[in-house]
């Protein structure tokens, strides 16, 4: 699937009319570059030979773990993703998890509540927090809490080993940006499905052996409500990753959403594969761990 | 042989569906905003009090008044007559990249689905590798690579939107495929193609509108996303994402420069999806009966 995205990616790079070169020229010395400087850049990154052999000599590289050079910056494509990942991980997982410890007990209440005002209140926040553009979501939390009440710094980012407290503050918003939708969404989805469990047989054995509530809810209904909230946890991933896009830039964040949107803009071919390629695993196994959690909530199904 | 034949849904089922889709409070509201929206869309240019891009350089950055209900922005243009043609912009580029991820995903998962085999696996594959990538970073490689303005944001919103049509087809060819009508097709020697666009295809259309509704949603969402990082529909035409970055500059002073815009994006997208959920219920058969 991967050697496929790769060549998917590989080819959409290449064939769609825009040219790095060019736009590396654009940006300073137009006037004096002649044809023949074209053509150098050209050869230097080995833009002039024929499509299959770049790609061989691509494939070849990565399966090396070399993901080439950026011909903007000159920087190794590797050391740079290597750089920014940590900071999109810290922030993705914080707001992967908020989505998963937040919506989860959410949606287990308002379907336990079904119909008090407790469920309308979550419902309709929920319904709400799938729709908020994300950037629009940032740019009303930089104006609340950094520019009117002043309490949370409205950009930038701080390793939590390097300065805790700062990094804490800086992440704050950053990742509400991020959390509302996978909270929303894991509990909408969370109600729905405990919805349909609970009117089953075997929860009206549970409660007519005498469980308590407790029981009856954590053991016998969410086990099976969990699978259709585990399936959605791919697409948040998709979510959190093409949002990180956004929250980096909007709130100034060197990670590698910020590097995916630097590199597009300057059409940095190699810099703009290899970020794709890196998300393309994050992808691949995240979605492997979900299949595996199935097993675990689902006993019937096994992998032979 | 008293009475004729009928096509399509029967009085009662018509009935039923409207009942359905109209009991519940916030699909109502959101059909309502889908419908304003739809009537600012297409009368914009009567609507707006101004030109949108007539640039009053004398009264920039005006705060809301009489004359400008939501002020000006920083060209002097009036935000509330951008606001509404932004509307036809956002309309355009969703039903346009909908229309097209939904033509192209969906007979690519019918032929899939129908097919089987190897042009499953082939097309299948490569769908899936396409998933692996979230579709605003594929939406925003190719906007970029093709140069940005509204044809291309349509052309790179509706590639992004097509895998998801394609898998939803797919699996439901898969389930209709088995019916025995389709066999019954089959043994009077139907040909494939009629088969599909005959019997798989119409069987299959629930799902498919509902998926059409709540894609849109998600295309202006993706839309205005791309234009709020500038790879999107460029100034001066007025777009709501733009806007929402324009009006980011003057946070301090103006925020209802891009407070404005914003609050109109999340306002139809929370529509879309209403309407969807309405339909998705109204058009459930296994919830016949039970709404």
Not at chain 2, 99 to 111: D, F, K, P
């Amino acid at each position: 699937m991967l050697f496929i995205l790769s060549i998917v990616i590989f080819l959409v790079m290449r064939l769609l009319p825009g040219d790095p070169i060019l736009m590396l020229i654009t940006g300073d010395e137009l006037s004096q570059s002649s044809e023949e400087r074209i053509q150098a850049l050209r050869r230097e990154f080995g833009l002039d030979r024929p499509l299959p052999l770049q790609y061989l000599s691509w494939l070849k590289d990565v399966l090396r773990g070399d993901l080439g050079t950026s011909i903007v910056h000159r920087d190794k494509v590797e050391v740079e993703i290597r750089r920014r990942l940590p900071i999109t991980i810290h922030l993705g997982v914080s707001a992967f998890a908020l989505g998963i410890l937040l919506g989860i007990p959410l949606g287990i209440i308002s379907a336990v509540r079904r119909g008090t005002w407790w469920d309308s209140i979550v419902t309709f926040l929920a319904n709400l927090g799938i729709t908020a553009p994300p950037f629009w979501l940032g740019v009303l939390l930089i104006y609340f809490l950094g520019l009117y009440l002043k309490l949370l710094p409205i950009f930038g980012y701080t390793s939590p080993l390097e300065d805790f407290w700062m990094s804490v503050r800086q992440a704050i918003m950053p990742v509400i940006c991020l959390a509302v939708y996978p909270v929303a969404a894991t509990a909408r989805q969370t109600r729905s499905s405990m919805l349909e469990v609970i009117p089953q047989d075997y929860i009206r054995t549970a409660w007519a052996k005498g469980l308590t509530e407790r029981l009856v809810i954590a053991r016998h209904a969410l086990k099976n409500a969990l699978i259709p909230v585990a399936t959605l946890q791919g697409i948040i991933l998709r979510f959190v990753l093409g949002g990180s896009v956004i929250v980096e830039t909007v709130f100034n964040i060197p990670g590698m959403g910020r590097l995916a949107v630097e590199a597009i803009v300057a059409q940095d071919y190699p810099v703009v594969q290899g970020v794709i390629l890196v998300v393309g695993i994050i992808t691949i196994l995240i979605n492997l761990l979900v299949d595996l959690l199935y097993v675990f909530l689902d006993p019937r199904i096994r992998y032979e | 042989m008293s009475e004729r034949p009928t096509f399509g849904p029967s009085r009662a089922e018509l009935r039923r569906f409207l009942r359905v889709f109209l009991g519940r409070g916030p699909v109502v509201f959101g059909a309502v905003v889908v419908t304003v929206f739809l009537i600012l869309a297409v009368l914009g240019p009567l609507i707006a009090p101004y030109d949108p891009y007539f640039q009053d350089l004398n009264n920039v950055l005006s705060n809301p008044s009489r004359v400008h209900l939501l002020g000006t922005d920083s060209l002097g243009r009036d935000t509330l007559s951008r606001l509404i043609y932004g509307a036809r912009i956002t309309l355009v580029v969703g039903v346009v990249a909908v229309g097209m991820g939904a033509v192209i995903g969906t007979a690519l998962g019918l032929v899939a689905g129908f097919t089987g085999g190897m042009t499953n696996t082939v097309i299948m594959r490569l769908i899936d590798a396409l998933m692996a990538v979230p579709p605003l970073m594929f939406a925003l490689v190719l906007s970029a690579m093709l140069g940005g303005g509204v044809k291309n944001v349509m052309v790179a919103v509706g590639l992004s939107l097509l895998p998801a049509f394609a898998r939803l087809m797919c699996g439901q060819a898969l389930t209709v495929k088995e019916n025995d009508y389709v066999l019954a097709a089959k043994a009077m020697g139907a040909r494939k193609l009629f088969i599909m666009l005959r019997h798989v295809l119409p069987n299959s259309l629930s799902p498919l509108i509902v998926q059409v509704t709540m894609t849109m949603g998600g295309a202006i969402l993706m839309e205005a996303s791309l234009s709020f990082l500038g790879l999107g529909i460029k100034p001066p035409q007025a777009a709501w994402g733009a806007m929402v970055f324009d009006g980011y500059r003057y946070l301090t002073t103006h925020p209802v420069l891009s407070f404005a815009p914003g609050a109109a994006v999340m306002l139809v997208v929370f529509a879309f999806n209403m309407v969807g959920d309405g339909l998705r219920d109204a058009l459930d058969p296994r919830l016949r009966g039970l709404l």
